[in-house]
């Protein structure tokens, strides 16, 4: 089967968030809304830091909710939000990484 180029600009993926819970982890999932990057565009926002990073690669999300269950709508105000959570962040750039990797990242 031949390689297709296609001319897409962002794409879904589920991200896993590992959420401390009673002293362990307990994994929680949404799906991201990636841009697609070329590499060069990714080696140059690594360089310049995961605020940089995040806020180019993500433009969306499904499955995230607030305390009380309601859907968490994306915004740029609510992803600044959430980038400051270690946690949300960890598991947003592994989700990034793995994209790009495929399951190299499994290893």
């Known amino acids: 089967m031949p390689f297709t180029v296609r001319k897409v600009s962002s794409y879904d993926w589920p991200v896993k968030v ?3 819970h009673k002293g362990k982890f307990k ?5 991201a809304t990636f ?3 070329t590499r060069s565009q ?3 926002l690594v360089e310049q830091g995961d605020d940089a990073l ?3 690669i993500l433009v969306g ?4 909710v607030d305390d009380e269950g309601q859907e ?7 992803m600044h939000d959430l980038v400051d959570d270690p946690f949300f962040l960890r598991g ?5 990484t793995e994209s790009l990797t495929g399951a190299q990242a499994k290893n």
């Open 35 to 37: 841009k697609k990057l």
């Open 72 to 78: 968490l709508e994306f915004s740029y105000e609510s």
């Open 54 to 56: 995040v806020e180019e």
């Open 92 to 96: 947003l750039i592994a989700s990034f």
């Open 27 to 31: 994994e929680e999932t949404f799906t």
């Open 42 to 44: 990714f080696n140059d």
């Open 18 to 20: 590992q959420v401390p």
């Open 61 to 64: 999300w499904k499955g995230i």
